[in-house]
């Protein structure tokens, strides 16, 4: 695959991710901010960690490579 290519795929797959992210907040879900996300505060410390979120978005990748590759 050439460089070209690969740079209009990733610009279509970060316009696509952009259009998702408006949706959903439009729509009031917050990737991100899910239940099952985990947040920790201690004093003036912080530990983030997007348990939900990242099962969410691997489920959602999965699909559309499975998709795409048929």
Do not use: E, Q
Not at 3 to 25: H, R, W
Not at 55 to 70: D, G, P, T, V
């Amino acid at each position: 695959m050439n460089l070209a290519k690969l740079f209009i795929y990733a610009g279509l797959g970060l316009l696509g991710l952009g259009l998702l992210l408006f949706l959903t907040n439009k729509l009031g879900i917050h990737l991100g901010r899910l239940p099952g996300d985990i947040v920790i505060k201690k004093g003036n410390s912080t530990l983030y960690f997007p348990v939900m979120t990242c099962i969410l978005l691997s489920l959602l990748l999965s699909a559309l490579i499975w998709i795409f590759r048929k």
